[in-house]
């Protein structure tokens, strides 16, 4: 999957909205601990392609795992490509043997039928398959999409950064692969040392770590030149100000481009 820098941070922006849905569904769960993300749960995601890779993605950073569809060869081999899914299966009661055994030890697994989804929907509805989450505006065609919510299924509604939040990115203008994760780390240790009005740090950015350190991984390639981070704007501020004091003392032989958006307003930041 190729993608200019500004396709690539409307694709990334993308999978931060579902994931913010699916952090806000963690933390309304009263039976489970919201820092340990979807961990057990299967999201079935509609067609692959489109939205449906976003969901995935999305899925595998909160810790969930994902049943997909797709008929289309060229998206199958794409998809298996760039590490969006895992397995690319003939039918439903294949992809559940893989399913099963991997929510049952907790692990994710993006696993796609190569069939369309309708024909899925008619395998899982035979099968008696209900998924824990479901696509924004899901509608079933096979079987009744209120069944199945009333079966303990909840849809996913993307969530945008809200007041007191702020969409930080940065990139460099080289050697990405050497200097995104000492800038990762920058983050990290700015996530460490907020101090939260609520007095709840570690509540306030368990879903900023999560997606700090799972991102990168299951974005792939798409990570390679540039990180986004959904975070309070206190944490933003500090990294910016941190960035650049390590550039001043020779600890940054890079330039660093840094954006935050908050609330409408954005902000760009050449350090060099």
Not at 144 to 157: P, T
Not at 204 to 221: C, E, I, K, M, V
Request: aromatic share 6%; net charge neutral.
């Amino acid at each position: 999957m190729t993608m200019d820098a500004n396709l690539l941070e409307a694709f990334t922006a993308n999978v931060d909205w579902v994931y913010a849905g699916l952090v806000r569904l963690a933390e309304s769960d009263p039976y489970s601990n919201p820092q340990k993300g979807m961990s057990g749960k299967l999201l079935y995601a509609d067609e692959l392609l489109g939205a449906g890779s976003v969901l995935v993605i999305a899925a595998k950073i909160a810790g969930a795992s994902s049943l997909t569809a797709t008929a289309n060869r060229a998206a199958q081999r794409q998809a298996i490509r760039d590490g969006v899914v895992n397995f690319l299966l003939p039918s439903v009661a294949e992809a559940l043997w893989i399913l099963r055994k991997e929510i049952r030890m907790r692990n994710t697994v993006a696993v796609c039928v190569t069939q369309p989804p309708h024909v899925v929907e008619q395998q899982m509805a035979a099968l008696g398959v209900i998924p824990d989450l479901l696509p924004p505006g899901a509608l079933m065609s096979t079987f009744s999409f209120e069944d199945v919510l009333g079966n303990r299924a909840r849809k996913i509604d993307p969530v945008s950064a809200t007041e007191g939040q702020t969409i930080l990115t940065w990139s460099v203008d080289r050697a990405p692969a050497r200097w995104l994760p000492k800038l990762d780390d920058v983050a990290l240790g700015c996530l460490d040392s907020y101090r939260s009005p609520h007095g709840c740090d570690g509540l306030d950015t368990w879903s900023a770590r999560r997606w700090l350190s799972q991102a990168p991984r299951y974005l792939g390639s798409l990570a390679r030149g540039m990180r986004l981070l959904r975070c309070p704007t206190e944490v933003a501020r500090t990294f910016l100000t941190r960035v650049r004091e390590m550039t001043t003392a020779g600890l940054m032989d890079v330039a660093v481009d840094i954006r935050l958006c908050s609330c409408g307003d954005l902000e760009q930041h050449r350090i060099a």
